[in-house]
């Protein structure tokens, strides 16, 4: 009996161990499958991750490509549109010094003349005239209920007048030059150029 009781004892034991070696085997493979589940996981999140960066790379790199793009394409309209404005107002420049020197023009500069009296009242004054102007001058001083002073200013190229008078800290200024500067201006803004 001994022999059968050592033989019981022995196949429990053997059963025992089938039990624990089968526990074992199940463990090891949830722990594996569980590892590769992981491992998976992080592959995807890995995978998305280096699309992500490339995608974003990849769209920094044409949003910068565009930019330059885009830069260089303003930077030819904003070319293009100065040498539209140029050669609009280098034209207005030379009509308006054929107006200068036609026989028109002193009427024109004796009424600039009674716009700036207005202003200054019976103040005295300095008026500036270009050069080719100073022919006009007693004209000029004819108009003015006041003293003045007329002095050349080699800075007015077109025609018209300036004048300044101390006692009321007043410049008025009516050339061609600052009127042919201001329509510029305004030509620049209102014109549909902007960019």
Avoid: H, P
């Avoid at 040498?83 to 207005?92: C, G, K, L, N, Y």
């Avoid at 200013?153 to 009516?174: C, M, P, Q």
Wanted: aromatic letters at 10%.
């Amino acid at each position: 009996m001994s022999n059968n009781k050592t033989g019981n004892f022995l196949s429990a034991i053997e059963k025992y161990s089938a039990q624990e070696r089968q526990a074992v085997l199940q463990d090891i493979q949830a722990r594996k499958a569980e590892a590769v589940r992981k491992a998976e996981l992080r592959g995807q999140a890995d995978s998305e991750n280096y699309i992500r960066k490339f995608l974003a790379a990849s769209n920094a790199e044409i949003t910068g490509e565009y930019a330059i793009k885009n830069i260089e394409s303003q930077s030819k309209l904003f070319k293009k549109r100065d040498e539209m404005v140029q050669q609009i107002f280098s034209r207005a420049f030379d009509r308006l010094m054929e107006f200068s020197g036609s026989d028109k023009y002193k009427d024109a500069l004796l009424s600039y003349a009674k716009e700036i009296t207005d202003k200054f009242q019976n103040n005295k004054c300095v008026v500036y005239l270009r050069r080719d102007d100073m022919k006009y001058a007693e004209d000029i001083k004819s108009v003015f209920n006041s003293e003045i002073e007329i002095k050349e200013d080699i800075t007015i190229r077109l025609g018209g007048l300036r004048a300044y008078s101390k006692e009321l800290e007043l410049v008025a200024d009516n050339t061609l030059d600052s009127k042919l500067e201001e329509q510029k201006k305004w030509f620049v803004e209102n014109a549909d150029l902007k960019l």
